[in-house]
């Protein structure tokens, strides 16, 4: 499953890697680091997020220098963030520089590369699962939550059913479970 984080692929060498900044940046001179840690990615899944990673500006002829750090590290760190809920500057030493990384994540999630990735992976989930690529039905679902007090009162509401003042998260799948789309409203919704 595409999902699921596979065990680090300790055959990955110093050098090896192909991303943008690696084959035409300033990252070529520098030695990858030795996969550790259980979400870093695999051959396979670099396989199957490389081409989706949009290219930069100066590749494209828009000006910049280029990028010095390497794309498959970047998501590294990111996934390690993700998996363990640290904080981006509590980032183990042998990742980039928190900062680059966190700067990267801010560039790509405004560009929306982590919508892309996901409905990628969803459909070729499904696929293996001998399911059409796009879903025909979903399965909702809906959970009200007391709010803290830094929540702004226009983004609460009451559910008087469950006496909750709060907000409500609202959850679409599909009938394997793959997510399809959360919503954030006011509890009253």
Known sequence: MLYAPAAADTSRRAGACDCLAHRYGNAADRAMRTPVYPTDLTDAQWAVIAPLIPAPAWIRGR????????????????????????????????????????RFFRRWRDQGLATVLHDRLRRECRIAAGRESEPSAAVIDSQSLRAAETVAAADRGYDGGKRVNGTKRHIAVDVLGLLLTVLVTGAGV
């Open 63 to 102: 000006g910049g220098r280029p990028e010095g750090y390497c794309h498959r590290e970047m998501i590294d760190a990111m996934l390690y963030v993700d998996d363990n809920g640290t904080k981006w500057r509590a980032l183990p030493a042998d990742f980039p520089d928190w900062s680059a990384a966190y």
